[in-house]
């Protein structure tokens, strides 16, 4: 596990440091998006404030604390996916959510929408079915 994921080894780093390297993976196959990332979009931060880390550590506590909802979702994954623990939050998604559809992409990574055009592709027409499926209900 990380040590951003222990809440022992989150307390002791939090007050040595008030912000830590980020280190930017491949996590997806599309070189010109990699590269523009990496490189020269300003909105990627250089360094992840422990504050972030503090708050992102909080709301995954409280996700699993909140009841399940029927909210419908349908859910696109990559099976190559190395940023998020993928079949964790699966299981998370079924017991919360009301899974509908469950798109695995066997070359998939993380950002499937920005990934390469083949890859992409099996996306554009899930998200308008859904869209047009579901614009008229409401699940609260």
């Known amino acids: 596990s990380a040590w951003w994921h222990n809440s022992v080894g989150l307390g002791i780093i939090r007050r040595i440091k008030r912000e830590v390297p980020r280190h930017f993976r491949r996590n997806n196959h599309n070189p010109e998006f990699l590269r523009f990332v990496r490189l020269k979009d300003p909105l990627q931060p250089r360094m992840m404030g422990m504050d ?32 998020v623990d993928w079949r964790y939050n699966i299981e998370f998604i079924r017991r919360k959510f009301r899974l509908q559809t469950l798109l695995m992409l066997e070359e998939g990574s993380h950002q499937l ?3 390469r055009a083949d890859i992409r592709a099996a996306l ?16 609260y």
């Open 52 to 83: 972030w880390i503090l708050a992102m550590s909080k709301w995954m506590f409280e996700m699993e604390e909140r009841p399940a909802c029927r909210i419908p979702v349908w859910l696109a994954q990559g099976a190559q996916d190395q940023t």
């Open 113 to 115: 929408i920005n990934e």
């Open 124 to 139: 554009t027409g899930l998200i308008p079915a859904f869209l047009h499926a579901h614009s008229s209900k409401t699940y």
